[in-house]
C-alpha cells in the first residue's frame, strides 16, 4: 500500500484518527515582518553598494573631505567596504527570503555591522547614512523578535 501522506491526529475521545499530527510551521500576522526584513536587506544590500561606487568613483561628492570622516582612510577603502557589505547583504537576504535560519543569524549580524560602519562614515553624507542606520535598526527588529516566522515565509 502506498502513503498517502496521512497524519495522525487525536480525536476528542482520546484515540487517533490515524493521522500524524501536522508540524508544518503555520503563518501568523509577524510572518510579515520577516519578508519586509528580507526585502529591506536586499535594499540595504544594493544602497551599500551605491554607496562603495560613489565612494569608489567620484570621492568629490561627499560633504567633507577624507581627513573628516571619523575612521580617517581613503575614500577607495570606504568604497571597497561598502561594496563588499553590500554583497553580502544581498546574498544574506536571499536566504532570509528562503527561510534558512543561519541566514537569520547572519542578517542580525551584518545590519549591525552596517549600522557601524555607516556611524562611522557619518560625516561623509549625513541624511543617507542616518536612513541607512534607521533600516538596519527595523531588520534587526523584525529578524530577531520575528525570526521564528522565518519557516513559514
Known sequence: M???GARATHTEAGGTTGRRPDTTPTATGWTGWVAFAAI???LLGAFQIIEGL???LNTRYFVVDE???VI???YTTWGWVHLA???LLVLVGIGVYMGNR???ITGIVLAGLSAIVNLAFLPAYPL???IVIAVDVLVIYALAVHGKEIRAL
Request: hydrophobic share 60%; proline share 0%.
Open 2 to 4: 502506498t502513503d498517502t
Open 54 to 56: 560613489v565612494a569608489l
Open 85 to 87: 557589505l553590500g554583497a
Open 67 to 69: 581627513s573628516g570622516l
Open 72 to 74: 580617517q582612510v581613503n
Open 102 to 104: 543561519a541566514a537569520q
Open 128 to 130: 543617507w547614512a542616518i
Open 40 to 42: 529591506m536587506m536586499l
